[in-house]
Structures are given as C-alpha cells and as structure tokens.
C-alpha cells in the first residue's frame, strides 16, 4: 500500500495567504479586472469632474417679465448662488452683488422695450473682488422682493408713486429736516465769521427782516439801507486790498490808495517807489484781518482791525487804523497808522 502524499505544513499555509489574498484584492478593486486594467472611460470621468470644480460659476440668463401683476426679473445661474443686495442713488437703481461669479451672456446691458419702470439693466464684473453687479436702473420709485430658487433668482418689482407713499414721504421729510440743522449750523458759523468782520453787519443778519416787519417808517427804512451799503462797499475794498498785497499784484494794491495819501511826508509817488521795491524782494506773503471795526461818516470810514502779516523772512502783529474816502472810482485809502503788539 503505497503511502499518502503529505503537504509540507510551510507550503500549505503559504497557499492559504495566497488564496485570502487574492479574494480580498478582488472585494476591494472588482474581480472582472484588475487597477492597472481599469478602463479609459473611467479615467475620463473623474478627469471631466475634477475640470468641472475648477470652472467658475457663470450667470446665464436675465429675463425681464409679468408675474403676479409686478415686474420679474429673473437671473438664471449655471449652480446655486448667494447673493446681496442694496439701493443706490443718482440715478436710482437696485444693486445685486454675486460673489465668484462671471457673466455668460452674450451683453453687459439690457434695454427692455417700452417699460415704465426699468430703464436698463448693466451687468458689471469686478475682477479683484471675483464678484458680478446686476444693476437694475429704475424710472421712478419701487419696492421690490427676492425669490431663489436653487440656481435662479426671482426680483419681484412694484412701482409706487413716490408723492403718495407715506414711507417715501417721512424720509423726505426727514432728508429735509436734517438739511435745514445743516443749514442753521451753518448761517450760525457764518455768522460769527462775520461778527470779527463788522460787528454792524452781523446785528443786521441777526435781526434780518426785523424793520421790514414794523410797517411803515419807508424814509428811515431807506437811510438804514445806504448805511448798509456803503459798510458792504468799505468791507469789499478792504478784502479787494488784502487780496492784492497777497497776490503781490502792485498795480491793484496801490490803486486802492488815494492820490492825496501821504506816508511820513513822503507823498504818494515816494511811498509808492518804496512799496514796489519791497514788493520786488518779498517772496509769498500773508495777511490776515481780524476784530474788524467799520466806523461810517459821509462818503467816509474810519477802519480799525488787528493785522497780522507774514512772509517768508518776516512776521508781525498789530492794529491798523485806516481812514477811507469814497471817490467816483470806489473807496480809497486817505491815510494809514500802524502800531506794533506782539
């Protein structure tokens, strides 16, 4: 009897691995094939999938219609999208802000035909902030809704009569009232820069349209008028003067002195040289009036102000006094006193 074949007990528990091997390897990549096997179809698929991540998300479409009595506008995208959105000004319209998103139509503007309501709709992107603007240019005033449904977005737009909607109307008017304490925050500025100008002038802005209440009175009604005039008349030669010794304009500045000034006995045509010459060596130059005080006379004024002068090389403070003379070419300057103070 011949004897039974024995396995050596290594060899058979090196068959057993192969075997489990060999069924885990087939559970885990498919029996049919092994992954060096795998067809180009799949490859391709994860390829186109992989491209499809990396392409940005476009809108598509802008449609403008009907919709339960309002306008629709509807903005189609090619996925799901967020979105904000706000009003602007000047002109009016409502703003749509998609971020990483670009446009695939086939225009940036959209003139819809004989809307009362939407004049265009401008399409805009941004390339720094990655983000697409749907502007919507509204003709009057509107309310308007959002509706999103996965990759489209629904405006729903009313038009409303801005001059009978009491919303629109209490933010006019609040718009208003804001302006109006603008406004008085202002004149009171003004004001107060015209009380170191002349005090006379400012009683009479504070008391504006005081003497045209009291009635009657018309022959010192017209006095105070001209007084008032020949004031704003002296203020405006002064600032005439000031001005041209700054613009170092010589032929300006020594035309608002008379031909009868005088300056230390040196006569018109002397002080005249004299001024010019400086004038000649002085760079930029700074002058300042400030306290003025405007004493009025007949076709004469007594000014008084604190002055103060700067330029490149020299700066001084003090008070000017000038006598003024009025002459058929406008208020002159008769004569000039100056003192030091700082």
């Known amino acids: 009897m011949r004897s039974p074949i024995t396995v050596p007990e290594h060899k058979m528990i090196n068959s057993l691995r192969l075997v489990m091997f060999a069924a885990v390897f087939c559970a885990m990549g498919g029996c049919a094939s092994f992954p060096w096997q795998t067809p180009g179809k799949a490859r391709d698929v994860a390829l186109d999938s992989e491209k499809a991540e990396r392409q940005p998300a476009t809108l598509d479409e802008i449609t403008i219609g009907q919709e339960n009595g309002a306008r629709a506008v509807k903005l189609a995208?090619?996925?799901p999208f967020r979105y904000i959105s706000y009003k602007l000004e000047k002109p009016s319209r409502l703003a749509i802000e998609i971020p990483k998103m670009r446009s695939a139509l086939q225009s940036s503007r959209i003139i819809p035909d004989d809307d009362d309501l939407i004049g265009l709709i401008n399409v805009i992107y941004f390339e720094r902030a990655d983000t697409l603007r749907v502007?919507?240019?509204?003709?009057?005033?509107?309310?308007?809704?959002?509706?999103m449904d996965a990759a489209k977005?629904?405006?729903?737009?009313?038009?409303?009569d801005e001059d009978k909607d009491p919303q629109i109307l209490v933010a006019r008017l609040n718009r208003a009232l804001s302006r109006i304490e603008e406004l008085t925050e202002e004149n009171d500025e003004l004001k107060s820069r015209l009380a170191l100008w002349s005090p006379a002038l400012s009683e009479e802005a504070a008391g504006d349209g005081a003497s045209s209440q009291t009635g009657t009175g018309g022959g010192e009604q017209v006095?105070?008028?001209e007084g008032i005039d020949s004031e704003d008349g002296v203020f405006e030669a002064l600032?005439?003067?000031?001005?041209?010794?700054q613009d170092r304009d010589f032929e300006k500045y020594t035309g608002y002195y008379s031909e009868s000034f005088d300056n230390n006995g040196k006569g018109r045509d002397g002080w005249a040289a004299a001024r010019k010459n400086r004038f000649s060596q002085t760079g930029h130059i700074s002058v300042k009036m400030e306290d003025l005080k405007i004493s009025m006379g007949e076709n004469e004024a007594m000014v008084e102000f604190v002055?103060?002068?700067?330029?490149?090389?020299?700066k001084d403070t003090g008070i000017k006094t000038?006598?003024?003379?009025?002459?058929?070419?406008g208020w002159k300057i008769d004569s000039e006193e100056w003192r030091r103070t700082d």
């Open 77 to 79: 995208g090619s996925v």
């Open 135 to 147: 502007e919507i240019h509204m003709k009057r005033g509107f309310r308007h809704d959002f509706i």
């Open 153 to 160: 977005l629904t405006v729903r737009i009313d038009g409303i």
């Open 223 to 225: 006095a105070q008028t």
């Open 239 to 245: 600032e005439a003067w000031r001005n041209a010794w």
């Open 307 to 314: 002055q103060k002068y700067s330029s490149e090389r020299y």
């Open 322 to 329: 000038l006598h003024m003379v009025k002459t058929g070419s």
